[in-house]
C-alpha cells in the first residue's frame, strides 16, 4: 500500500509516523508537502500531529486551508482512506471532514501520558485488524483534545458506530478519572459517515516497538494496510 | 474602515478557561461574579464604500475562520454604526 505523510509548518511527528509506516511496517510511504497540491497516487493520507502554524487562531484552523488539503478533501470525498492524528485529527475537524471540534483540556495543562482505549467499532479499515472491545495502550501528548460535538450530532454518531476509541481505565471501564482531557462521552477517536475518514488524538506511531514501551499502536497501522483497495 | 470581532465559547460548551477565571475572582473576593466566559478580540481593517459592506464582509470572515460554529460563536461591530 502505499502511504503519503503530510507535513505542514509545524508538524512534529510525520518523521515517527514515516518511520513507523515505512521502516516498521514495511510499507511505500513518502513525505507529502502542504504546498504541494498532488497526492502522489497514494492510497492513504496521514496528516501528522505537531502543532501546524503554530496554532495560531485554532488548532487545526490555518493548517486547513492549505493548498494540500483540497487534494485531500477530494480524496476523501473519493472514497481515498485518510488518518489524522493529534493535530491531524484537529485539522480533519476543522475542514469539515469529521464531525465536531477539539478544545482545550478540561484541566488547562498538556498532558503526556499512556492511556487505555477501548475499541468500539472493529469493523472499519481503521481497527479491523483489532476486536470489538479490545484495550489499546497508546500515548497522548496534548493540550487541546477535548472533543466537543452538539449532543443529538453525537447521539447519531454513537448509532452509526462512528465513535471508534474511548478512553477507558486498565479493566476497560469507562470513567471520569479516565477521561483524560474531559471530552464528551470519553471518545478519543471518531470516524466520518463512510468510515474512510478517521481522526484520533492518542498515537500510534510511538507505540510501534518495545523499546518504546508498547506495539499496540500496530493495530492501526495493520487494519490500514490490510484494507488496500 | 475598522471592524472588530469577538468569539466567545459557546453557550453550553465546557469553557474550562472561564471557570479558572471565575474561581480565581471569586477567590480574591469578588464574590459577585459568575458567568465568566475567556474569548478573542480581532481587529480588522476592511476596505468598504458602507457599513454595511464591511458587515456582510465580517460576517463572511468569521463564518470562514476567524470562530468555529461547533465551539464558539461571534459578534462584532463596524465602525460608524
Same mark, same amino acid.
Given at each position: 500500500m502505499k502511504w503519503g505523510v503530510v507535513r505542514f509548518? /509545524?508538524?512534529?511527528d510525520d518523521g515517527d509516523s514515516l518511520y513507523a509506516i515505512a521502516?516498521? %511496517?514495511?510499507q511505500d510511504a513518502r513525505m507529502l508537502w502542504h504546498?504541494? $497540491?498532488?497526492?502522489?497516487?497514494?492510497?492513504c493520507v496521514l496528516l501528522p500531529g505537531g502543532f501546524s502554524y503554530?496554532?495560531?487562531?485554532?488548532? /487545526?484552523a490555518i493548517a486547513?486551508?492549505?493548498?494540500i488539503m483540497k487534494s485531500v478533501a477530494k480524496f476523501a470525498a473519493d472514497g481515498g482512506l485518510v488518518i489524522g492524528i493529534c493535530n491531524g485529527f484537529q485539522i480533519l475537524c476543522e475542514a469539515h471532514l469529521l464531525p465536531g471540534a477539539l478544545t482545550r483540556n478540561r484541566s488547562l495543562s498538556f498532558i503526556c501520558e499512556r492511556v487505555w482505549l477501548r475499541v $468500539?467499532?472493529?469493523?472499519?479499515p481503521f481497527t479491523r485488524a483489532a476486536k470489538q472491545g479490545d484495550l489499546l495502550r497508546l500515548p497522548i501528548k496534548h493540550g487541546e483534545g477535548l472533543y466537543v460535538a452538539p449532543e443529538d450530532e453525537i447521539r447519531q454518531m454513537e448509532e452509526r458506530g462512528q465513535v471508534i476509541l474511548r478512553y477507558v481505565d486498565a479493566g476497560g471501564r469507562e470513567s471520569d478519572a479516565a477521561n483524560p482531557n474531559g471530552s464528551m462521552r470519553a471518545i478519543a477517536g471518531v470516524a466520518n459517515q463512510r468510515f474512510n475518514v478517521f481522526g484520533l488524538m492518542?498515537?500510534?506511531?510511538?507505540?510501534?516497538?518495545? %523499546?518504546?514501551?508498547?506495539?499496540?499502536?500496530l493495530k492501526i497501522f495493520q487494519s490500514i494496510a490490510g484494507s488496500a483497495r | 474602515m475598522q471592524v472588530r470581532v469577538f468569539v466567545t465559547p459557546r453557550?453550553?460548551?465546557?469553557d474550562p478557561q472561564g471557570r479558572a477565571v471565575e474561581s480565581s475572582l471569586q477567590s480574591l473576593g469578588?464574590?459577585?461574579?459568575?458567568g465568566v466566559k475567556v474569548g478573542k478580540y480581532i481587529l480588522l481593517e476592511v476596505q468598504a464604500r458602507t457599513a454595511s459592506e464591511a458587515r456582510d464582509e465580517a460576517k463572511k470572515m468569521c463564518e470562514a475562520l476567524l470562530a468555529n460554529p461547533v465551539i464558539e460563536d461571534y459578534r462584532f461591530e463596524v465602525d460608524g454604526e
Open positions: 509548518p /509545524g508538524s512534529l521502516d516498521v %511496517m514495511g504546498k504541494d $497540491e498532488s497526492l502522489g497516487g497514494v492510497e503554530g496554532d495560531y487562531l485554532r488548532t /487545526g486547513r486551508f492549505s493548498p $468500539e467499532n472493529a469493523s472499519t492518542p498515537h500510534p506511531e510511538h507505540a510501534v516497538e518495545a %523499546m518504546l514501551g508498547g506495539v499496540d499502536g | 453557550m453550553g460548551i465546557l469578588f464574590k459577585n461574579v459568575s
